[in-house]
């Protein structure tokens, strides 16, 4: 059995009356004006959740991979867009903690605290699951590099958000994927690095999600994150914990639509008792409960081992397909136990059904988790 320690549970408890106290109140706004109020960056970097992973020295809580997910969990069962902005905010802490150098560290981790969020850049027009199929460049020049191309899909980019993203680029095209790609960390407001399309998306609205235009911008070799040609091992290095991190946010959206449903069926009368009564609304919400707490060991299981330091991949995997498959699930049958109220945008169970239906798409698709799974087994 997984139990919780004293700071652990302190911690659930902290976020969980944050985000009700303060996000759900103003998830309903957020989804419908389509960005996060720039109060959340700043009080989520005041109580410490922006930095939740990064190391205490950087000005982080210096937190684990259990509590980033126990943490996400909370902010996703009220706020789907926030717990998105969270969730990558966190990959970004992960990857710079850990390839990032001494002055890299000192300056992006501490970013943190004062509201200000990061991106991670790797998707393009033609490479999506595909990863190696890069064809942004950085030329070198000097003691600089020079960066052409575009992303697209990149969250925590936005015209209000985002200060700075980890970019990958092919800097040796002959070797491509294998040694030929170099991660860069470039600051918003840098020359020739300019935001395109903001996303209009089908859920969760109010994390900013756009494409990055890169024209002759210089970069200094400074900017360089893990070494000239790293850039592959950069990204992978941080797949486990986007993962882990989808999964806890699919768990999240699950859990408020669960409580959602349980907290509906007791007060929605139908044949003069309360539709809760009946049994076949009763099984549905025991399998949903059933699911949702098989999803979060699932996803604890994987957060324990990488606190250890261990490779979690196939783990991760497993966290991320199950518990976005079964979040989408429990969403839907959600919105059928509220009838015809769970389709109208004045109940909350019609914006999680939204927000979670990307979750089996992003940080590696479904079928691009089976595969990891499979090929794991037939090592």
Partial sequence: MFELTKEQEMLVKMVRDYATNELEPRAE????????????????????????????????????????????????RVCGSTAEMFAVQLLVNYIIAT????????????????????????????????????????????????LNGSKVFISNMGPNEGEWAIVFALTDKAKGSHGGVTAFIVDRGTPGFTLGKLEDKMGIRGAAVSELIFEDCRVPSSQVLGGEGKGMHVAFSGLDSGRVGIAAQSIGYAQGALDLSIEYSKQRMQFKKPISANQ??????????????????????????????????????????????????????????HGGYGFMRDYAVERIYRDVRITTIYEGSSEVQKIVISRDLLK
């Fill in 280 to 337: 076949g609304l009763q099984w549905y919400m025991a399998e949903m409960a059933t699911r949702v707490d098989a999803a979060k060991l699932l996803a604890l299981r994987a957060a324990s081992i990488m606190s250890k330091g261990q490779s979690a991949t196939k783990e991760a995997s497993m966290a991320k397909f199950f518990s976005s498959e079964i979040a989408n699930w429990v969403a839907a049958k959600a919105v059928q136990i």
């Fill in 29 to 76: 706004a957020v989804d419908k004006e389509g960005f996060i109020p720039q109060e959340t960056y700043e009080e989520m970097g005041k109580i410490g959740l922006l930095g939740l992973n990064a190391p205490k020295e950087y000005g982080g809580a210096g937190m684990d991979d259990i509590c980033k997910v126990l943490a996400i969990i909370e902010v996703a």
């Fill in 99 to 146: 390839n990032g150098n001494e002055e890299q560290k000192k300056k992006y981790l501490g970013m943190a605290k004062e509201g200000k969020i990061g991106a991670f850049a790797l998707t393009e027009p033609e490479a999506g699951s595909d990863a190696g199929s890069l064809q942004m460049t950085a030329e070198k020049d000097g003691d600089d590099y020079i």
